[in-house]
């Protein structure tokens, strides 16, 4: 009986890097090519920052030699995409262990699929990553933090759990638990309404704690957004919605659905990285990403709790704070929600973001672009009337938080452990 040999790593052993295997007498094209799936994520700025200074050489790898029996057996060897994402038809199998069931998300950094482990019989989610270097490269940093993440985080409560991981056909899979939709996800599935108050002050609360948690061990994660965050549960519950579109309780839009459970945890650590002296390069994704970074002054652990005040905005008004793809805009609209960007912080400004600045102040509305631009940031409300406009309890401690987490000078802006103990999050709040 043919055989296909698949590295794999339990657990216990996160910290080998896989060789990349020789082709076996399997591995030849056999079928055309089936349905290519991409992963939801992001491509990362600096691979190499994280990257332990190991040589390959210095792992080892643990072979299993898995059964190819006609029903549990691996597909016949298909060739990657040009892009180097893994081709795959519903019904296949990943070694004997993992059916693929569906797929659950797409982006540039591979591919997440839905798969039936067959040895825990329970549903999990296998993150495919390109058969491209600096994808495998990125996956391996980001299964050392997922080591260090579980090595600390004894009860599995913060961030995701990976179960596994293993090399195969020049595919790093990382097997993490299978969670519900995320933030992101949710808000677009109920036409980008708002979440109730109380569940944002317990997303809020969950999210500091996981990055107080990272912070503690020198990492930060650089990309948290709505999509990096996932509820746990799936479930949710349909409530009159008095400020939605219709005024007819027979039309489904008078209606929005709240999640039942506010448990999260947040995913993607293939970004994440030490901190350390210099770190100037872009990190985060557009709409969450720090003034510091647009600016090109370092960044550090604050740039994450910036984040994680554009994302409370966000489940309060259900659309993104700073919706722009352009940095003089972006620095425009800050300016617009929270006043003047601090002289001293544009006199420091990098080679790269000196145009965005004319005798000391920020270049607008002279260097706009165009008339929409302009026009986009004129539309947004000061920060205060923003959640006043969406929050009929709470408001005034959310906006006290909410200042704390948005400050300009990374300084100045709170910890994750300071805003924990922030009034919003106190337990009078919890009695209501």
């Not at 190819?68 to 060739?79: C, T």
């Not at 400020?243 to 506010?262: I, M, T």
């Not at 001293?344 to 008339?371: C, F, I, N």
């Amino acid at each position: 009986m043919e055989m296909e040999r698949v590295t794999e790593f339990p657990l216990t052993h996160l910290d080998r890097r896989p060789r990349k295997r020789a082709r076996v007498g399997w591995d030849v094209p056999q079928a055309p090519k089936a349905q290519v799936g991409l992963f939801c994520g992001q491509d990362v700025g600096n691979v190499t920052s994280f990257a332990p200074s190991r040589a390959p050489s210095d792992y080892t790898t643990s072979s299993l030699f898995v059964k190819s029996v006609a029903r549990n057996g691996s597909p016949p060897w298909r060739e990657d995409d040009k892009d180097g994402h893994y081709t795959f038809a519903l019904g296949d199998s990943l070694t004997s262990r993992y059916k693929i069931h569906s797929k659950m998300g797409e982006g540039t950094f591979g591919q997440v699929l839905e798969c039936w482990d067959r040895e825990r019989k329970e549903m999990v989610a296998i993150k495919i990553v390109r058969g491209i270097k600096k994808y495998r490269e990125a996956a391996m940093i980001e299964i050392e933090v997922l080591q260090q993440l579980a090595k600390h985080d004894k009860g599995g409560n913060r961030c995701v759990q990976i179960r596994n991981w293993f090399d195969y056909r020049n595919h790093i899979c990382i097997v993490f638990e299978k969670l519900g939709p995320s933030l992101y996800d949710f808000l677009r599935k109920n036409n980008y309404r708002s979440f109730p108050i109380d569940l944002v002050r317990e997303i809020g609360r969950q999210l500091l704690e996981c990055i107080a948690f990272m912070h503690d061990l020198s990492l930060i994660h650089t990309d948290l957004k709505p999509e990096n965050v996932l509820l746990v549960s799936s479930e949710y519950s349909k409530v009159l919605d008095y400020k939605g579109s219709s005024r007819s309780p027979k039309d489904s839009s008078y209606y929005k659905r709240v999640p039942k459970s506010s448990a999260i945890k947040v995913i993607d650590f293939g970004s994440t990285t030490y901190e350390r002296q210099d770190q100037n390069y872009i990190v985060s994704t557009r709409h969450y990403r720090a003034p510091e970074v647009i600016l090109g002054l370092g960044w550090s652990y604050p740039c994450d709790i910036w984040s994680v005040g554009c994302i409370l905005v966000e489940l309060c008004t259900g659309e993104a704070l700073f919706q722009t793809h352009e940095n003089l805009e972006h620095l425009a609209m800050m300016e617009r929600v929270l006043g003047p960007l601090p002289s001293q912080m544009l006199k420091r400004v990098d080679r790269h973001a000196e145009k965005y600045v004319r005798r000391g102040k920020l270049d607008w509305p002279e260097g706009a672009t165009s008339r929409d631009s302009m026009k986009a940031v004129l539309k947004l409300p000061r920060l205060q009337n923003l959640i006043m406009q969406h929050v009929d309890h709470s408001a005034g401690d959310l906006i006290h938080l909410l200042q704390g987490l948005l400050r300009y000078d990374p300084m100045d802006r709170l910890t994750a452990r300071d805003a924990l103990r922030h009034p919003f999050f106190s337990r009078d709040h919890l009695r209501r």
